[in-house]
């Protein structure tokens, strides 16, 4: 495929950055369907929107903090987010904590919350990732494959951010799928976890320009940090192994 970077788009005299739109859509779309969920779920309206208020802001401080300190920018930069920069695991933690914080107030049940989320969250990664390919953002590593990205300076390189995109799609799909299937409450916010820090882990191998600390990138130790949380989740929740082989096998 040739290069291409589309950042920006014109309406008359109002100027839209592509990436901000796909974001902002990620959100819109992801609000509108968990009122949807909430209200299936007999859950008070009052108490999501707040929710869903709360994660927004906690989410984008969380992923411009953790972008701003991976790449050592200045911290008086923190609330520049019109410069761009954010990763996905710092808006997910940040969202995750307050979230958390929110539910106990509330007294809302946490897992209940996160497995009507996640599906969710996964619909917004590919939207948001959309954002990212449109502008490519994510160079990739050198790829002699039929569907590689020629860059300006003549390399073929791996799509990063298509295949993100993707990933986020094809788990929303399952999610979804899963999500009347799944009888046990928070074994779907456990799918959405390994799911996730497993295909980042993996994509990320493929991805260059982001910094490493011995050997793996920021993304990748906290991935298997999730994973080894989801082993002790696992082990907590009293079977979820089983309940899953026996869903596949039925």
Known sequence: MPYFSYTQIQLGPIILQIWGLFLGLG????????????????IEQKKIIWLVFFLF??????ARLAYVLQYNIDLSKIFYIWEGGLTFYGGFLGALIVGWVYIKKTKLNFWQIADILVPVVALGIFLGRIGCSLINDHQGTIADLPWAIKWPDGT???PVAEY??????????????LQKRLKRIGQLFIVFLIWYSLARFFLDFIRVNDPAYWGLTASQWISLFILI??????????????????LFKS
């Open 57 to 62: 802001l906690a989410s984008i401080l969380g």
């Open 27 to 42: 959100f819109l779309v992801g609000y509108l369907i968990v009122l949807r969920q909430a209200q299936k779920h007999n």
């Open 164 to 177: 993100l995109a993707l990933n986020g799609l094809i788990m929303f799909f399952v999610l979804y799928f």
């Open 156 to 158: 073929l390189r791996h």
């Open 229 to 246: 949380c989801v082993i002790i989740l696992i082990w907590r929740k009293n079977g979820i192994v089983f309940q899953l082989r026996k």
